[in-house]
């Protein structure tokens, strides 16, 4: 009878407890599976992320000037490297530290808290680097793949297409002013992976992926090349603290070259500096000088003040307003108004100005485009200073015609220039290449800016003040400029020396101003420092777009195709 009980009551807990069990079951499954499920997922649901590449920046003829390449990221997990002690593993550890050039102390500091997860220890290694790290096998130390921005141009485009941070995002120049575009968005998925990391149900798409965009710029590499490397060997040999150089096509508005010095090397982050980093042609301003004088000239045409054979009495060459002395290097006497811009005659100028009113003045210079934005986008553009005042003085409407009392940017006054050499049209300008021409603006007067531009081929030929500038077999027009630094008070010792130019003048193409900012030395005037530069990169330009010699006659110029079928193909 106690043996039957005893039995009895076994099978009765052996009963309970299945049905506790099967109770539990039902009620984790059926009645309330949610935390389950809950459960499950946390340890196979995984959110996939697609690669990502960042936009190509090109030039005009395709060729890169930013691009992504593969590398890889060094991170590791502190709690994995406490649990499997990888941290004894000395020797592995001093490869590692070996290799990523760091001491191995500083090393293990980052990774002695267990409670962490996740830490970097160097991002962008190498793909070589990446390898060997791969071969040390260490517990707790990873890869993952990333990008870093490649830029082969290097120092001359630096300015310009700028440079990305650690992250891939832009923080100079292009890559920052068109950072969005240029970006892609990763896209992710929602998977259920197995315990060995595979992929075991593809659950759906989270989140769209959107590819970045490429950036086709209108600047054309081999005149870039040209024009840093003529402005980095005058601005080192004058000793200049900075120079700029803009090239436009003056039939498109597109800039075709835009350098600056000092440079730097956008490939090596250790060498970045904010002072080298600034676009000067379109953030640094300076006063004109006798550049800003064909403008003015402009204005007094329109104006009926004088016709383009006027003659202009500049005797005795000088006078005084406002108690300032305003005066030319030597009486000249009457002169023509060509001959104005020729001689750079501070007085003919200046007899021209005081009889328009400022409005007139600085009605033009805004035609011109100066004191206004250009529209590219560019990080940092300035809109440079064109004075407005209630009451003005002659002394100040006098310094005004000669390039002093505003200021503008080099990418400014080549717009203007550009506006000469296209009879007066000013097309919008453009960094970033356009499928079509847009509509340009008659902003002046086409006869106006024709007679302006023959009187600027003047200024290069015999008895001009840009000699220097001219170029054999083409016509070439230009005006130099030569303004002190303002200072507190007044004016310094320091000077800014400018070339503007156009080029051919039969058919008007090209439009350059170069800037030297503070040369040193005997020479500063901008005849003696930027038209040199400006007649090699123009040179070297016309040649390159072929564009046909104006200035040679018929039979030089068939004599010169002679002489080049001659030569042997390689």
């Not at 102390?105 to 990774?111: E, T």
């Not at 982050?269 to 403008?295: C, H, I, M, W």
């Not at 077999?473 to 400029?481: E, H, L, M, N, P």
Request: proline letters at 5%; charged letters at 20%.
């Amino acid at each position: 009878m106690l043996t039957g009980w005893r039995f009895l009551t076994v099978c009765g807990v052996i009963l309970l407890a299945f049905f506790a069990l099967f109770a539990r079951a039902a009620w984790i499954q059926v009645v309330s599976p949610d935390r389950l499920r809950m459960e499950g997922d946390m340890r196979s649901l995984r959110t996939t992320v697609s690669s990502t590449t960042r936009g190509m920046i090109m030039d005009r003829n395709g060729e890169e000037l930013a691009v992504s390449v593969p590398v890889q990221a060094v991170w590791a997990d502190p709690k994995q490297v406490h649990a499997e002690h990888s941290l004894e593993k000395e020797q592995a550890w001093q490869a590692l530290a070996d290799v990523l050039g760091v001491q191995r102390d500083k090393l293990v500091q980052r990774v002695d808290n267990p409670k962490r997860r996740f830490v970097y220890l160097q991002r962008q290694v190498t793909p070589a680097v990446a390898e060997y790290i791969r071969k040390l096998r260490l517990p707790g130390v990873h890869l993952r793949p990333e990008e870093r921005r490649f830029y082969p141009t290097g120092e001359i485009n630096a300015h310009m297409v700028g440079m990305t941070n650690i992250d891939g995002n832009g923080i100079e120049g292009i890559e920052r002013g068109f950072n969005e575009w240029l970006t892609s968005q990763a896209g992710e998925r929602r998977v259920r992976k197995d315990r060995t990391g595979r992929i075991i149900e593809d659950l759906g798409i989270v989140s769209e992926a959107r590819q970045a965009n490429n950036i086709q710029l209108t600047i054309d590499q081999r005149i870039q090349a040209l024009a840093y490397r003529s402005l980095k060997r005058a601005s080192e040999f004058h000793r200049a603290t900075s120079a700029s150089l803009v090239m436009l096509d003056v039939k498109t508005g597109e800039v075709l070259a835009m350098v600056n010095t000092p440079s730097f090397n956008p490939n090596n982050r250790s060498q970045y500096q904010s002072f080298r980093a600034r676009n000067r042609a379109v953030t640094d301003t300076y006063e004109p000088g006798s550049t800003l004088k064909p403008l003015i000239v402009v204005s007094a045409l329109e104006n009926g003040i004088v016709q383009a054979d006027s003659i202009v009495d500049t005797s005795p060459g000088w006078m005084r307003l406002g108690g300032k002395r305003v005066s030319d290097t030597r009486n000249l006497g009457p002169i023509s108004v060509q001959t104005i811009l020729m001689r750079s005659s501070n007085m003919g100028m200046v007899r021209m100005a005081l009889q328009e009113t400022p409005e007139q003045l600085i009605d033009t210079l805004y035609r011109f485009g100066l004191g206004i934005d250009s529209g590219m986008g560019l990080v940092g553009e300035s809109t440079g200073l064109v004075p407005q005042r209630r009451r003005w003085s002659d002394i100040e409407k006098a310094t005004l015609s000669f390039g002093y009392g505003l200021t503008v940017t080099p990418l400014q006054l080549a717009q203007a220039y550009a506006v000469i050499a296209n009879s007066g049209v000013r097309y919008p300008l453009t960094i970033i290449k356009r499928d079509k021409v847009p509509q340009g603006e008659q902003v002046v007067p086409r006869q106006h800016a024709d007679a302006v531009l023959h009187m600027l081929e003047a200024v290069v030929g015999p008895g001009g003040t840009a000699g220097n500038a001219a170029i054999p077999g083409y016509r070439i027009g230009g005006k130099t400029g030569t303004s002190r630094k303002a200072i507190a008070g007044g004016y310094g010792n320091d000077y800014v020396g400018l070339f503007a130019g156009v080029a051919p003048i039969s058919n008007p193409r090209l439009a350059m101003v170069v800037v030297m900012n503070e040369p040193q030395g005997d020479q500063y005037y901008g005849g003696q420092v930027s038209a040199p530069v400006f007649a090699e990169v123009m040179s070297g330009a016309l040649q390159l777009m072929n564009i046909r010699p104006d200035g040679a006659t018929e039979e030089q110029f068939q004599l010169a195709g002679q002489e080049a079928n001659l030569v042997p193909h390689t």
